[in-house]
């Protein structure tokens, strides 16, 4: 899937964490609350697992039909 889609793989699987790590950094950094920055960071990262997820099985599902037919 990576191959086929590199940058769909890479939004999603990498982009969305290291945006969550941004924003932890950022709210170190301006004294945000780190509370709600916290629990933002895990939030987007179970978002992330889910469409890596979603997209895996998606590209999964696609590579049997192709290979079915």
């Avoid at 709210?27 to 179970?46: K, Q, R």
């Amino acid at each position: 899937m990576a191959r086929e889609f590199p940058v769909r793989t890479s939004l999603f699987t990498f982009g969305l964490p290291v945006f969550a790590l941004l924003q932890l950094l950022n709210g170190f950094i301006y004294n945000g609350s780190l509370v709600f920055i916290g629990l933002f960071a895990v939030l987007v990262t179970a978002v992330s697992v889910n469409l890596t997820q979603y997209y895996i099985a998606v590209y999964r599902r696609q590579q049997l039909t192709h290979w079915w037919r």
